[in-house]
């Protein structure tokens, strides 16, 4: 132990953000449950000090009459051949210097430091990771298991997976592909954090329009309900708070430019972007767009009947029904679609 160790602790603190008093702590708690191993009993002290950069090892031991356990006692006399001042029922430190002390020391203390450095970066990658939780990043596709379809993935901060059901429906990845993913949960585990990353999550679509649309990073537009089907078709709501500025075309943008990125990013899949209002039948009749509705009679708590010409029941319904299924999910209506 000489000053290569401390430098080390401090080297540890200007690049990984570990405490050296903390990691004094933990080395010297180890270093007494070596010494308590290698020379028995529990009077053990460990003082470490950075200033002098100096180890040393004190053995301690009750001030008493006559010592009944040499191990664990000294008498008063022996006591103050050591410092006159010592009392009884004081403690004695006897500095003890074995020469395998150094290796022991030596030994425990990488130990020590390497896993504070493996505790430190998983603590750091966990925090780095909750920060992003519930926003988008960029990741790398590494590898594709060919058995399960799960994606292995470089997000920067971590190797982390990119489950199948969390894909795209049908998208096809490549390696080295730089593709978005929505952080949607970060869990502390014992091996560092495990991430959860999701393509197919709202939450991911609102991110892409976040970034894309500069009335929605200032507030002007707000977003105020997503429902999707992965991979097929996305319903958004949106209202300005700005009477001059069109919520609609804000996120469509000129040519629309800003949309096309975000669709691009989705390979394809459609959004539907309607404008949020406070009157109900308003908000369910812009939901089904894009067929026309005639009428929207509301018939019970949280239920309607949505009356349509002929020629526009089966877009309002959808494919499969998935136009009047994303509209009902985005109004938090049942909606019961009628020929007039």
Do not use: W
């Not at 001030?63 to 006399?77: A, G, K, M, N």
């Not at 018939?299 to 009902?328: F, H, M, T, W, Y």
Request: hydrophobic residues 35%.
């Amino acid at each position: 132990m000489n000053t290569e160790f401390f430098t080390a602790l401090e080297m540890l603190e200007k690049e990984k953000g570990i405490p050296t008093e903390y990691m004094l702590e933990r080395v010297e708690a180890a270093l007494i449950s070596a010494y308590k191993r290698e020379i028995g009993g529990n009077n053990v002290k460990v003082v470490l000090d950075s200033q002098k950069k100096e180890l040393k090892v004190f053995q301690q031991l009750e001030i008493v009459e006559t010592p009944e356990d040499t191990q664990t006692q000294i008498s008063l006399e022996e006591a103050k051949k050591i410092n006159r001042h010592y009392e009884i029922g004081g403690v004695c430190e006897i500095e003890l210097k074995p020469k395998n002390f150094r290796r022991l020391s030596a030994s425990t203390a990488k130990q020590v430091i390497i896993q504070g450095i493996r505790e430190a970066e998983r603590g750091m990658m966990i925090k780095e990771y909750e920060n992003k939780k519930e926003e988008i990043i960029t990741a790398t596709v590494q590898k594709i298991d060919p058995i399960n379809g799960n994606v292995t993935v470089d997000t920067g901060t971590s190797i982390a997976t990119l489950l199948k059901n969390e894909l795209l429906p049908n998208e096809i990845l490549h390696e080295n592909d730089k593709i978005k993913v929505f952080v949607m949960e970060v869990r502390k585990e014992s091996r560092g954090p495990l991430v959860t990353l999701s393509r197919t999550h709202p939450g991911l679509v609102k991110r892409l329009f976040e970034l894309e649309v500069p009335e929605i990073q200032d507030g002007t537009v707000i977003i105020k309900n997503i429902t999707r089907e992965a991979g097929s078709r996305t319903k958004m709501s949106v209202i300005s708070r700005d009477d001059d500025v069109d919520p609609i075309g804000a996120c469509i943008g000129n040519k629309g430019m800003r949309i096309a990125e975000i669709v691009n990013e989705l390979r394809g899949e459609k959004i539907d972007i309607i404008k949020y209002s406070e009157d109900i039948t308003e908000y369910i009749s812009a939901a089904l767009s894009p067929a026309a509705i005639k009428n929207v009679i509301i018939d019970g708590e949280k239920s309607c009947r949505v009356i349509v010409d002929p020629d526009q029941l089966s877009l309002a319904i959808g494919k499969e029904g998935q136009n009047a299924r994303l509209a009902a999910k985005l109004t938090g209506y049942k909606i019961d679609i009628k020929i007039d």
